[in-house]
């Protein structure tokens, strides 16, 4: 940003320079004599000169400032056909002045303008087809508006190397989510407020995590999924885990406003991985876009797929519950196999940002993890007992419930214990 505003004043300057130097020649009064005889015979302006006058102060004023607007209009417009029209509307803008002060008993040359218009958006233009200055183009080409303008202009300060155009192996957070009942939703509702419905969730999904330096890869009706980490040096994955939590505190209101207007809510799930994605500009002529591809996509989904198990909202992998454990409260669900990698891992529940938990938040979270460890080493008693004190009063935990449940099923009817339950592969595969 700071580049194009730099450029925009060098310009600027070289423009308003060339033309002071050409009007202390007199060329721009010369051509003018005729126009203001013009203005004299025509009744514009009185004859024998009374109450005429001419300021060198106005003239500089306004090609210094038509310099340094054309300047920055060439250089931050995309389009160049945008360009040019506002370098017309600024010169009819400059000549329709000369007329207009003439009424005033004013004389003012509109060439000197006009020259300023020209130079300024020659050299715009000029710049705007070097590398630097295509930047801005190639950004809005294959980005637009799935990144917030706040994005873009951090974009533009970037290095060549850091330009998330350039095709290469890049650590990317990847947030979806998942909107699972959207076929009853479909049943249930009219087309109007089916689309309505909708609408307010992209509004509240899409458009929220933009806002918070996201770039949204799909959005479509049932599925908003987003990369963070775009920008260089950014914490992806807390930035993503946070996003994540005020995301779900956003669909929770809008579920009220739906079971209030449609008498419907939402059931949804929301999923986080981190890891290394290819990223790079796809497509063909006059369909590019930006994108990514790695397994982290698949993961991320997957575990949006999970919730659906644990009764959770939102779920995050390993790897970003260690890039952002020092920004969230989590808890540990089962561990799930990882087809990609052919591996088993570990995925948590996000509870809330980092010492935003109470005392006895805090007591139930310890009780659930200490319940957790008892459970994978097959010691379902002690963790009967720890599940049994992780529990609040008053307040539904549908994880908690599902593995008390579990684990006085196995008490039942004791068998070896495995890691990653069926039903949980079940699950990842669906």
């Known amino acids: 940003m700071w580049r194009y505003i730099g450029v925009s004043i060098v310009i600027g300057l070289i423009t308003s320079t060339l033309v002071f130097l050409l009007y202390e020649t007199g060329i721009f009064l010369q051509a003018c004599g005729g126009i203001f005889e013009f203005y004299e015979e025509s009744g514009l302006m009185p004859e024998g000169g009374a109450g005429k006058t001419f300021s060198d102060i106005l003239q500089f004023a306004v090609f210094v400032s038509l310099a340094f607007g054309i300047a920055w209009a060439a250089i931050d ?3 160049a056909n945008f360009k040019v029209t506002v370098a017309v509307c600024a010169a009819f803008l400059v000549f329709s002045l000369s007329p207009t002060l003439a009424l005033h008993d004013i004389y003012f040359e509109p060439f000197s303008g006009f020259l300023a218009i020209i130079l300024s958006l020659i050299l715009g233009m000029a710049y705007s087809r070097t590398r ?12 637009g508006s799935r990144i917030s303008p706040d994005t873009f202009h951090k974009l533009l300060g970037v290095s060549d190397g850091d330009l998330p155009m350039k095709a290469a192996r890049r650590e990317v957070s990847v947030l979806t989510c998942r909107v699972f009942n959207h076929p009853a939703l479909m ?3 009219e087309p109007d407020d089916l689309v309505e419905l909708t609408n307010l969730l992209l509004k509240n999904t899409a458009e929220h995590l933009v806002s918070k ?3 949204v890869d799909e959005s479509r009706p049932h599925l908003v999924r987003v990369f963070f980490g775009i920008q260089p040096g950014s914490d992806h994955a807390a930035d993503a885990c946070i996003a994540a939590l005020e995301l779900k505190r956003r669909i929770t209101n809008l579920n009220t406003e739906c079971e209030r207007r449609w008498f419907q809510t939402l059931d949804y799930g929301i999923g986080v991985s981190s890891g290394e994605l290819t990223t790079g500009v796809f497509g063909s002529r006059g369909d590019v876009y930006f994108s990514a591809l790695g397994g982290e996509i698949e993961f991320s989904r997957r575990l949006c797929g999970l919730n659906t198990t644990y009764g959770s ?4 992998s390993a790897s970003s519950y260690m890039k952002a454990k020092d920004f969230v409260e989590v808890r540990p669900m089962e561990m799930v196999y990882m087809e990609e990698s052919d ?3 570990e995925v948590y529940e996000i509870l809330d940002e980092r010492g935003r938990l109470t005392d006895d938040q805090l007591k139930s979270r310890d009780a659930f993890w200490q319940g957790m460890i008892y459970y994978r080493e097959g010691k379902y008693d002690s963790a009967l007992e720890s599940f049994d004190k992780a529990r609040l009063n008053g307040k539904t935990d549908l994880p908690l419930e599902h593995y008390l449940v579990k684990v006085r099923q196995f008490l039942l009817h004791p068998r070896p214990f495995e890691d990653g339950e069926g039903e949980d592969l079940e699950s990842m595969s669906g």
């Open 77 to 79: 417009i995309p389009r």
């Open 132 to 143: 630097q200055g295509q930047r801005k183009r190639l950004i809005h080409a294959v980005m």
């Open 213 to 215: 330096g996201a770039y």
């Open 313 to 316: 909202s939102i779920l995050i």
């Open 343 to 345: 591996v088993m891992a």
């Open 187 to 189: 049943r249930e509702l």
